[in-house]
C-alpha cells in the first residue's frame, strides 16, 4: 500500500526521522493558511507547493513548485489544486491532484551549499535481507543514475535479526563524503530511518533528496514509502491511511469482492484460478496473436456470484474484445464451475464480446456437458493449443 507524501513524513518524524515541516491543504485559502503556520515554525516566507498523488516525478509535470511569496504562494496552490498531474510515472491522463503539501524551503543561504542524496531502503528477496541503496547523486531519477554512473550508486546489506549496525551507518555517511556535524546528524537520521522501515513493515523507503542543508542538518526533504500489505492486519492506524482515489477503481472493486486483480492494456479479458496458470494463460495470449487486458485470479471458488462479479470487473474495460476462462480444477471441481458460469451468463444477460471457456481437472468432462447442453453461445475448448486457437479465431 502506497502513501502520500506528507503521511509518509508523519510516520517517520514518530521515530526521529529529521523531516520538511509543512501542512497540507485542499484548497488556496487552506494552503495560505498551511503557509502561515509553517512561517510561524520557521521565521522566514518562502514555500513550496506539491501535489500530493501516488506518482514520482512530480516536479516534471509541474506538480512541484517554489513560493517566494504569499501572493506566488496563492498562484500555484490555484494552478495545482485540481490540476491532471501527467508525469514519467503515471498514465497519459494522469492523476488529479486534491491535495498539495505546503512545506517550508529548505534550501536557504549559509556556510555552505546545500547538497542532496538519495537514500532507500527495501528487501533484497534473493538474499532474504534488506538493503540500503544510496548514492551522492540526489535529486535524480536513480533509474538515470544506475545507467550512466553506476559507480555512484552504493548498497549496504543489513542483517534482519541483527538490525543496522553502528559501523554501517558510519559507513555509509563516510561513502556520502559527509564530515563532521552533518556526519554525526546523518548517521543518526540513516538509523532512525531503518528503524522506522522496521517499525512499520514496510517494502520500501525512498527518500530522494535527503538534503545537507547549508547549515549541515539531514533532512527528509522528500519521502515514498510503501508498506507491506500483508502486514496491515497488525497496523489498523497504516491501514486507514490509504487512499482508493489514488488506486485503479476496477483494482479496488476486485479487492472488495476478493479478486486478485491487475489491470493490463491488452484486448483478451482473463479470469483464472492460481498465479502460474494466470501467467500461462496470458503467454498464450500473447502467442495467439492477442494481447492479456487484465490478470485475474478467482481463487480456489467460483461460483455464479463470483463470476458474475469477475464479468463486471473484465467488462469495464472498453479495450475487451474477447474473455478467455481457464480454470483446473484441483480443490474446486469443474462442473462447478461451470454452472456457475452458465448461471452468471443467464443472469448477465448476454455478453457483448465472445465467450471461451477451459475448464480441466477434476470433473472436466461433466463440467464441458454442461456448458453444451445450457445452449449459451460460449465457446468450449479442451487443451491451451484449442484456447489460443479459439482467441485468434474470434479476434479475427
Not at 189 to 196: D, E, P, R, V, W
Not at 205 to 215: A, R
Not at 246 to 273: Q, R, S
Not at 352 to 376: C, F, H, M, W, Y
Amino acid at each position: 500500500m502506497n502513501l502520500h507524501e506528507y503521511q509518509s513524513k508523519e510516520i517517520l518524524a514518530t521515530y526521529g526521522v529529521q523531516v520538511q515541516q509543512g501542512y497540507t491543504a485542499d484548497t488556496v485559502e487552506d494552503a495560505v493558511a498551511a503557509a502561515e503556520k509553517v512561517k510561524t515554525l520557521t521565521g522566514k516566507d518562502g514555500w513550496v507547493v506539491k501535489a500530493q498523488v501516488h506518482a514520482g516525478g512530480r516536479g516534471k509535470g509541474g506538480g512541484v513548485k517554489f513560493s517566494p511569496t504569499m501572493e506566488k504562494l496563492k498562484e500555484n496552490a490555484q494552478n495545482i489544486i485540481g490540476m491532471q498531474l501527467v508525469t514519467p510515472q503515471t498514465s497519459a491522463e494522469g492523476k488529479k491532484v486534491s491535495t498539495v503539501l505546503v512545506a517550508e524551503d529548505m534550501y536557504y543561504p549559509g556556510a555552505s551549499e546545500p547538497k542532496e542524496y538519495y537514500v532507500s531502503v527495501l528487501l533484497d528477496r534473493g538474499t532474504g535481507k534488506n538493503m540500503i541503496v544510496y548514492s551522492t547523486e540526489g535529486g535524480m531519477d536513480i533509474e538515470h543514475v544506475a545507467d550512466v554512473t553506476p559507480h555512484l550508486i552504493h548498497h549496504e546489506e543489513v542483517d534482519p535479526l541483527l538490525g543496522l549496525q553502528g559501523f554501517q551507518a558510519r559507513k555509509i555517511a563516510f561513502n556520502l563524503g559527509l564530515e563532521g556535524a552533518a556526519n554525526k546528524d546523518f548517521v543518526k537520521f540513516i538509523t532512525a530511518l531503518y528503524n522506522a522501515y522496521i517499525g512499520i513493515d514496510a517494502s520500501l523507503f525512498e527518500i530522494n533528496p535527503v538534503l545537507k542543508t547549508s547549515d549541515d542538518k539531514i533532512v527528509a526533504v522528500d519521502a515514498k514509502v510503501t508498506l507491506d500489505h500483508n502486514s496491515l492486519f497488525r497496523h489498523k492506524d497504516l491501514a486507514a491511511l490509504r487512499d482508493i482515489r489514488e488506486e485503479d477503481a476496477t483494482e479496488v472493486l476486485a479487492g472488495e469482492a476478493g479478486l486478485n486483480f491487475v489491470k493490463l492494456d491488452g484486448n483478451v479479458g482473463c479470469m483464472v484460478n492460481g498465479a502460474g496458470l494466470a501467467m500461462a494463460t496470458m503467454d498464450i495470449i500473447k502467442l495467439s496473436g492477442g494481447s492479456p487486458a487484465n490478470f485475474l485470479d478467482v481463487g480456489g471458488t467460483a461460483d455464479a456470484e463470483r463470476v458474475e462479479k469477475a464479468f463486471d470487473i473484465i467488462l469495464k474495460d472498453t479495450n475487451v474484445k474477447a474473455i478467455l476462462i481457464n480454470i483446473f480444477g484441483g480443490i474446486v471441481r469443474c462442473d462447478r464451475v461451470a454452472q456457475g458460469v452458465v448461471d452468471a451468463y443467464k443472469n448477465y444477460g448476454s455478453l457483448p464480446v465472445p465467450l471461451i471457456v477451459r475448464l480441466q481437472g477434476t470433473n472436466a468432462a461433466e463440467a464441458k456437458k454442461l456448458i453444451e447442453d445450457s445452449g449459451l453461445p460460449v465457446h468450449s475448448v479442451i487443451t491451451l493449443e484449442e484456447a489460443a486457437n479459439k482467441v485468434k479465431e474470434v479476434l479475427a
